[in-house]
């Protein structure tokens, strides 16, 4: 008798056992399949949360306006986008040309980069040093790059023309600023061999004037120029003036160079009044022709939304504006950003 009340009792919890089981499995049927019954679709929130995209953005040199403007971008970007799941970094490299390399490399690890629109624009003509015309594409026109040269008040040099048989800075090797430097200093009577030109980044443009090894030493950038506040907090300096009948005809040659008045004490101690300086290729953010206009659309728009988080972090940011963000400097826009900027009213067709 124990042993039938034995099996029976066994009978029973097998039957609760599976009864628990398939109304389980029910549940989560009933949950996949929603509450009517039938599939659900995995919405494009959901798929953005499961698929991460990394992308980054090429910048420039430390203490350059590249590489703190470039990471201001990417942090804006990547805490404020909200319908794609990105992370968005800053990278440091030698400035425009080696973006515009990396971001037309076939193998490329660029989707963005910072560029100076006067070597842009002889990129993406395939002029200059450029072989073949350049596949890229510009987002969104920033900050002026405001040209100064920069040397001490104990130098003796006072005009442009005292640059010759001197000692001059002129940018990282490689970095492509003689797409700019050389028109200017043409309009101004000057060639590279009238005086001794010197490569190295503005910090150490910064320490060459500093030791005596260099006379002068160009440095351009949004306004202010870290490494030129650097220079001023240590040594006596001053900014070299330009012609102004040299600053008319650069302007009515190409469109990438523009005049600039810098504010008074823009920079505290070395400039205390207006300072007549000249835009020589506004930075500006570039892509690849080939890249996707939906990820070139999403940047854009969370970019400008968000502009005024720019400001915070350097300066420059009030540059993107409804004036400026689509400023023709010579380079084609991307169709991405272009899509943006018509769906909020400030294309100029």
């Not at 990129?123 to 510009?138: K, S």
């Not at 309009?187 to 590279?192: A, C, I, P």
């Not at 040659?253 to 523009?258: E, L, M, R, T």
């Amino acid at each position: 008798m124990k042993i039938i009340k034995t099996n029976i009792i066994v009978f029973l919890l097998v039957i609760a056992i599976s009864y628990s089981i398939g109304c389980d499995n029910a549940s989560k049927k009933d949950a996949d399949n929603g509450d009517n019954g039938e599939a659900t679709t995995t919405t494009t929130e959901d798929k953005n949360t499961s698929e991460r995209q990394f992308l980054s953005i090429g910048t420039g040199t430390l203490r350059g306006a590249f590489h703190a403007v470039g990471g201001a971008i990417a942090d804006v970007v990547g805490r404020n986008i909200t319908d794609k799941n990105w992370q968005v970094t800053a990278e440091g490299t030698k400035g425009t040309q080696q973006n515009i390399r990396l971001l037309v490399a076939e193998d490329s690890t660029l989707e963005f980069a910072m560029a100076n629109a006067a070597i842009s624009y002889f990129a993406v003509r395939g002029e200059g040093a450029w072989e073949t015309e350049q596949p890229i594409r510009a987002v969104m026109t920033l900050a002026p790059n405001v040209a100064l040269f920069v040397t001490q008040k104990s130098s003796g040099i006072s005009s442009m023309q005292d640059l010759k048989g001197k000692r001059v800075v002129v940018g990282p090797a490689g970095a492509g600023f003689e797409y700019f430097l050389k028109p200017v200093f043409e309009e101004h009577g000057l060639t590279y061999d009238d005086f001794t030109d010197l490569n190295g980044t503005y910090g150490d443009a910064t320490d060459m004037l500093a030791n005596g090894s260099a006379d002068a030493a160009f440095m351009g950038g949004a306004i202010p120029i870290p490494a030129v506040i650097q220079a001023g907090s240590s040594q006596d300096i001053l900014f070299i003036p330009f012609d102004e009948t040299a600053l008319e005809s650069l302007i009515e040659k190409y469109p990438f160079f523009n005049e600039v008045t810098i504010p008074p004490n823009s920079y505290e101690k070395i400039q205390p009044d207006a300072f007549s300086s000249m835009n020589v290729g506004s930075m500006h953010l570039i892509t690849a022709e080939n890249a996707d206009e939906d990820m070139v659309y999403h940047f854009t728009k969370t970019l400008y939304t968000h502009r005024s988080e720019v400001v915070d972090a350097h300066p420059a940011g009030k540059a993107i504006n409804e004036k400026n963000a689509v400023k023709d400097v010579g380079t084609p826009f991307h169709p991405g950003a272009i899509r943006f900027y018509k769906e909020i009213g400030i294309w100029n067709e």
